[in-house]
Protein backbone atom coordinates (compact mmCIF):
# COMPACT_ATOMS: atom_id res chain seq x y z
CA UNK A 1 0.00 0.00 0.00
CA UNK A 2 1.22 3.44 -0.72
CA UNK A 3 1.53 6.16 2.45
CA UNK A 4 -0.66 6.00 5.39
CA UNK A 5 -1.73 8.67 7.50
CA UNK A 6 -2.40 8.33 11.00
CA UNK A 7 -4.72 11.42 12.31
CA UNK A 8 -4.22 10.44 15.77
CA UNK A 9 -0.62 11.36 15.75
CA UNK A 10 1.19 14.76 15.22
CA UNK A 11 4.21 13.59 12.31
CA UNK A 12 6.77 15.05 15.09
CA UNK A 13 5.50 13.73 18.25
CA UNK A 14 6.47 10.47 19.00
CA UNK A 15 10.74 10.36 17.67
CA UNK A 16 13.29 10.50 15.13
CA UNK A 17 14.97 7.82 12.59
CA UNK A 18 18.55 8.70 11.51
CA UNK A 19 19.14 8.22 8.40
CA UNK A 20 22.25 7.99 6.85
CA UNK A 21 23.00 10.23 3.79
CA UNK A 22 26.82 10.90 2.48
CA UNK A 23 27.90 9.39 5.60
CA UNK A 24 25.77 12.91 7.27
CA UNK A 25 23.02 11.05 9.97
CA UNK A 26 19.53 13.07 8.88
CA UNK A 27 16.94 13.25 10.88
CA UNK A 28 13.47 11.90 9.62
CA UNK A 29 10.25 12.09 11.75
CA UNK A 30 9.10 8.42 13.04
CA UNK A 31 6.01 7.33 14.34
CA UNK A 32 6.30 3.82 16.16
CA UNK A 33 2.47 3.49 16.84
CA UNK A 34 2.90 2.58 13.00
CA UNK A 35 5.45 0.10 13.46
CA UNK A 36 3.37 -3.00 13.17
CA UNK A 37 0.94 -1.09 10.54
CA UNK A 38 4.80 -1.45 8.40
CA UNK A 39 5.15 -4.62 9.16
CA UNK A 40 1.98 -6.07 8.40
CA UNK A 41 2.20 -3.74 5.04
CA UNK A 42 5.49 -5.84 4.38
CA UNK A 43 3.95 -9.07 4.97
CA UNK A 44 0.68 -8.81 2.47
CA UNK A 45 2.28 -6.97 -0.17
CA UNK A 46 0.58 -6.85 -3.22
CA UNK A 47 2.01 -7.85 -6.58
CA UNK A 48 3.37 -4.88 -7.80
CA UNK A 49 4.93 -4.11 -4.47
CA UNK A 50 6.96 -7.37 -4.43
CA UNK A 51 7.61 -7.16 -8.35
CA UNK A 52 9.77 -3.81 -7.72
CA UNK A 53 10.71 -5.20 -4.14
CA UNK A 54 12.75 -7.80 -6.08
CA UNK A 55 14.58 -5.55 -8.13
CA UNK A 56 15.49 -3.52 -5.31
CA UNK A 57 16.62 -5.28 -2.41
CA UNK A 58 20.01 -6.08 -1.37
CA UNK A 59 21.85 -3.48 -3.44
CA UNK A 60 20.58 -4.86 -6.90
CA UNK A 61 19.60 -0.85 -8.56
CA UNK A 62 22.97 0.57 -9.15
CA UNK A 63 24.50 -0.58 -5.74
CA UNK A 64 21.84 1.44 -3.53
CA UNK A 65 20.07 0.34 -0.46
CA UNK A 66 16.57 0.52 -0.49
CA UNK A 67 14.33 -0.32 2.70
CA UNK A 68 10.30 -1.38 2.06
CA UNK A 69 7.59 0.04 4.16
CA UNK A 70 9.36 2.78 5.64
CA UNK A 71 8.06 5.04 8.28
CA UNK A 72 8.31 8.44 7.56
CA UNK A 73 6.21 10.70 10.37
CA UNK A 74 2.87 9.78 9.80
CA UNK A 75 2.76 7.74 6.74
CA UNK A 76 4.28 5.08 5.50
CA UNK A 77 6.42 4.76 2.18
CA UNK A 78 6.72 2.30 0.15
CA UNK A 79 10.07 1.93 -0.65
CA UNK A 80 12.78 4.34 0.67
CA UNK A 81 16.62 4.93 -0.60
CA UNK A 82 18.41 7.24 2.64
CA UNK A 83 20.94 7.54 0.38
CA UNK A 84 19.79 9.28 -2.60
CA UNK A 85 16.88 10.92 -0.23
CA UNK A 86 14.27 8.89 -2.78
CA UNK A 87 10.56 7.39 -2.27
CA UNK A 88 9.55 5.16 -4.52
CA UNK A 89 5.66 4.78 -4.71
CA UNK A 90 3.63 2.82 -6.42
CA UNK A 91 -0.06 4.00 -7.04
CA UNK A 92 -2.91 1.83 -6.99
CA UNK A 93 -6.31 2.07 -7.55
CA UNK A 94 -6.81 4.15 -3.97
CA UNK A 95 -5.03 7.17 -5.56
CA UNK A 96 -7.12 7.89 -7.77
CA UNK A 97 -9.48 9.06 -4.70
CA UNK A 98 -7.05 10.64 -2.30
CA UNK A 99 -6.38 13.75 -4.13
CA UNK A 100 -5.78 15.84 -1.34
CA UNK A 101 -4.41 13.74 1.31
CA UNK A 102 -1.32 12.69 -1.54
CA UNK A 103 -0.86 16.36 -2.13
CA UNK A 104 -0.49 16.87 1.87
CA UNK A 105 1.71 13.93 1.89
CA UNK A 106 3.72 15.08 -1.13
CA UNK A 107 4.20 18.73 0.33
CA UNK A 108 5.79 16.74 3.77
CA UNK A 109 8.04 14.42 2.34
CA UNK A 110 9.59 16.90 -0.05
CA UNK A 111 9.58 19.49 2.81
CA UNK A 112 11.87 16.83 4.47
CA UNK A 113 13.96 17.04 1.54
CA UNK A 114 13.26 13.54 0.51
CA UNK A 115 12.18 12.83 -3.63
CA UNK A 116 9.19 11.38 -4.81
CA UNK A 117 9.08 9.07 -8.08
CA UNK A 118 5.25 7.48 -8.65
CA UNK A 119 4.27 4.34 -10.89
CA UNK A 120 1.09 3.17 -11.72
CA UNK A 121 0.40 -0.48 -9.83
CA UNK A 122 -0.47 -1.77 -13.30
CA UNK A 123 3.17 -0.44 -15.05
CA UNK A 124 5.26 -2.63 -12.84
CA UNK A 125 2.63 -5.16 -13.50
CA UNK A 126 2.80 -4.65 -17.54
CA UNK A 127 6.20 -3.33 -18.00
CA UNK A 128 8.28 -4.14 -14.83
CA UNK A 129 11.76 -3.36 -16.98
CA UNK A 130 10.20 -0.16 -18.16
CA UNK A 131 9.80 1.04 -14.60
CA UNK A 132 13.46 0.13 -13.68
CA UNK A 133 14.69 2.23 -16.47
CA UNK A 134 12.84 5.37 -14.86
CA UNK A 135 14.86 4.40 -11.89
CA UNK A 136 18.19 3.79 -13.43
CA UNK A 137 17.69 7.21 -15.26
CA UNK A 138 16.21 9.12 -11.83
CA UNK A 139 19.53 7.60 -10.35
CA UNK A 140 21.88 8.68 -12.63
CA UNK A 141 20.60 11.95 -13.15
CA UNK A 142 19.96 12.91 -9.81
CA UNK A 143 23.72 11.50 -8.22
CA UNK A 144 27.29 13.23 -8.71
CA UNK A 145 29.59 11.26 -11.11
CA UNK A 146 33.37 11.72 -11.43
CA UNK A 147 32.92 14.30 -14.65
CA UNK A 148 29.66 16.36 -13.90
CA UNK A 149 28.06 18.28 -10.59
CA UNK A 150 25.03 16.69 -8.90
CA UNK A 151 21.83 17.72 -11.15
CA UNK A 152 19.69 18.14 -7.74
CA UNK A 153 15.77 17.22 -7.77
CA UNK A 154 13.22 16.49 -10.16
CA UNK A 155 10.78 18.74 -11.63
CA UNK A 156 7.39 17.51 -9.99
CA UNK A 157 4.14 17.64 -12.84
CA UNK A 158 0.75 17.39 -12.11
CA UNK A 159 -1.44 15.32 -15.08
CA UNK A 160 -5.29 14.71 -13.86
CA UNK A 161 -4.85 15.16 -10.07
CA UNK A 162 -1.43 12.71 -9.79
CA UNK A 163 1.74 13.51 -9.25
CA UNK A 164 4.21 12.52 -12.17
CA UNK A 165 8.14 12.63 -11.76
CA UNK A 166 8.43 10.79 -14.86
CA UNK A 167 7.89 10.66 -17.84
CA UNK A 168 4.74 8.87 -17.55
CA UNK A 169 2.30 11.44 -18.87
CA UNK A 170 -1.75 11.25 -19.77
CA UNK A 171 -2.03 9.19 -22.48
CA UNK A 172 2.04 7.90 -22.36
CA UNK A 173 1.47 5.28 -20.05
CA UNK A 174 3.18 2.13 -20.55
Not at 19 to 27: C, E, I, L, N, P
Not at 34 to 45: F, N, T
Request: net charge positive; proline share 4%; aromatic share 10%.
Amino acid sequence: MCLENNKSHSPFLKGVADQRSDGVFKKLPYNPALKEKARELRKQGNLSEVLLWNQLKKRQMLGFDFTRQQIIGNYIADFHCPKLNLIIEIDGESHNFKGSHDEEREKFLKSLGLNVLHFRDQDVKKSLEGVLQEIKGWIKENTPSAHSPLNKGVANQRFDGVFADTPFRKGEYL
